[in-house]
């Protein structure tokens, strides 16, 4: 993952990394897809998440375009939108029926704080990728905002949210709070 979120209930990230590249190979990936649909269970959406960012993997378009073409389910990317201002990215979320990106702070210092991320990411950077990202998106933004006490519930951080929010556009707004346990 880009990040080592101190609310992931996943526990620490081992590899803080920006590095995109095939971690899962994309056949295994859709044999998985294709066995779970071929048992004819009722599925509302196929989601792209788990342990990890699911843009590090270069292939996640190729991966949604295939199984676009294989069911009419809606398929939905869950991002911390560390790499949303990547034209490739972006790219390779345009056939997803829904991106729900994670914003927690437009402030650096409180998105080092929750997010630990890999040293070369900038909130300042994920914003604008965003804003990039709905200008060309016609699929829905649903944006998650998830709020830990003490960190970035400050009238001045949810203000930075509020503006912030306003010039992203998105389609539905997600106030998280902690709720799973953390891994700390």
């Known amino acids: ?5 101190t609310y992931c209930q996943l526990g620490r990230t081992t590899d803080i990394t920006v590095e995109r590249k095939e971690y899962v190979p994309v056949n295994e990936v859709l044999a998985q897809v294709r066995a779970f649909l071929n048992k004819g269970e009722p599925v509302d959406c196929i989601t792209f998440s788990g342990s990890g960012e699911p843009t590090l993997n270069s292939q996640i378009g190729y991966l949604i375009r295939k199984i676009k073409k294989i069911t009419a389910i809606p398929v939905a990317v869950i991002t911390n939108g560390s790499l949303l201002y990547i034209p490739e990215v972006q790219n390779d979320l345009l056939a997803a029926d829904v991106v729900l ?36 998106y016609r699929g829905k933004i649903w944006l998650e905002i998830m709020l830990i006490r003490n960190l970035n519930d400050s009238v001045q951080e949810i203000e930075g949210l509020k503006e912030a929010t306003s010039k992203i556009k998105p389609d539905k707004i997600q106030l998280n709070t902690v709720v799973r346990p953390p891994s700390e």
């Open 101 to 136: 990106p994670t914003l927690c702070t437009v402030s650096q210092k409180t998105f080092e704080m929750i997010n630990r991320a890999n040293r070369t990411v900038r909130v300042e950077t994920i914003l604008k990728g965003f804003i990039e990202f709905r200008r060309i």
């Open 1 to 5: 993952c880009s990040f080592n979120c």
